[in-house]
């Protein structure tokens, strides 16, 4: 049960993003550009990945396993593989700058000021260019968001984690704009 | 100097904004609807949730530039700003406002912190649902607004005097999205 009636019986995020449609809006254009428009260096799947690995830090469940099921998707693994990058990224089969990234993502979910020179220069060393590492770090940022969202209105979710992966084909195709009816 | 390369001379969300409008648009468009746009609370309770967070999570530019926002809309109330940043008693500060920061409060810490107890003490002062949710959602939005200000670097004014214009502005005009200039 949410905190809130939110006169609609959708899972996590959809719930009060169909309560509150006026500010959904906004919210659900930012995630498309952030995690699907096709003009970014970065692929969707290390977007979603970067999406995942802060929910997974926020311990927020609904959002970790929607976002974990479109990286394995776009990333062709499965939910297991995604579950061992969350527990440990820097032993994963993933390139050097993307770790530097994660590594920028996981200080950002710990707060702004906790993202060093010497982190973005790692970065910048394995070759991330500046709107790679400033979307990292709004993508990390918008998490923080999006998980607070969930959670703080005590949202539901479903347990089953086939409900993510079965959805996330979907999701892929028709994107986060059109997500809450 | 910021982490990127943002134009330069130009402070916090701006600059960042600057350097990448597709994404700007959407951050301003959803800092208007939810602090300018229809909510039972008003727009200075809503700079007054925004300031807490952000006061709460160190964030030295957000933090002075709603409390700015705050004072302007309070006018001759102006002290209550202050005084709720500084954790002393105001009567001008209602119990509905007070309730709600506590709730604000633990969102900034994490979702999960907010417990049914906090949302009970909240509505026995008198918070309904839209209540609730806008404050939550501020909450969380200034918890992702603190992070991009100081995870990219992004410059903070140290003149108290910029921080008074932007405050007006803010208070006036709302949140407008900046020109789009290329970053030199």
Same mark, same amino acid.
């Given at each position: 049960m949410a905190h809130i009636d939110l006169k609609n019986e959708q899972p996590g995020i959809r719930g009060p993003m169909a309560y509150s449609p006026e500010t959904a809006k906004p919210l659900n254009e930012l995630a498309e550009i @952030?995690? !699907?428009n +096709? /003009? /970014?260096? #970065?692929t969707r799947g290390e977007r979603e990945l970067i999406g995942t690995y802060v929910s997974y830090l926020n311990d927020c469940f609904f959002c970790q396993n929607v976002h974990g099921a479109m990286a394995g998707y776009y990333m062709s693994c499965d939910i297991q593989e995604i579950d061992a990058i969350k527990r440990d990224f820097t032993s994963a089969d993933l390139s050097e700058k993307m770790k530097a990234l994660l590594t920028i993502a996981a200080s950002v979910q710990k707060g702004g000021k906790f993202v060093t020179a010497g982190q973005i220069q790692e970065a910048k060393n394995k070759g991330a260019l500046d709107k790679e590492i400033h979307d990292t770090v709004l993508i990390a940022a918008a998490f923080c968001l999006f998980n607070r969202y969930v959670d703080g209105l005590g949202t539901a979710a479903p347990a089953d984690h086939e409900f993510y992966t079965n959805r996330a084909p979907m999701r892929a195709a028709d994107g986060y704009i059109g997500s809450v009816k | 100097m910021a982490y990127i390369n943002v134009p330069e001379g130009v402070p916090g969300i701006r600059s960042l904004v600057m350097f990448r409008p597709e994404t700007g648009k959407h951050l301003y468009a959803l800092a208007q609807v #939810? @602090? !300018?746009? +229809?909510?039972?609370?008003?727009?200075? +309770? !809503?700079? &007054? &949730?925004a300031t807490y967070v952000s006061n709460r999570n160190n964030c030295v530019f957000c933090t002075q530039s709603h409390a700015a926002a705050a004072r302007n809309l309070l006018g001759a109330d102006s002290q209550i700003m202050d005084d709720v940043l500084n954790d002393i008693p105001n009567e001008g500060v209602s119990d509905k406002l007070k309730a709600l920061l506590t709730i604000a409060g633990k969102v900034q810490i994490l979702g999960k912190e907010v417990q049914q107890e906090d949302i009970d003490a909240a509505r026995l002062a008198g918070a309904n649902d839209r209540d609730l949710h806008d404050t939550v959602l501020i909450a969380a939005t200034f918890s992702m607004f603190n992070r991009y200000v100081d995870g990219l670097g992004s410059l903070t004014p140290q003149d108290p005097g910029e921080y008074i214009e932007m405050g007006k502005r803010l208070a006036e005009k709302g949140y407008a999205t900046p020109p789009i200039v290329p970053a030199t």
């Open positions: @952030l995690l !699907r +096709e /003009n /970014n260096s #970065l | #939810l @602090l !300018r746009g +229809e909510s039972p609370l008003t727009e200075a +309770e !809503r700079e &007054i &949730i």
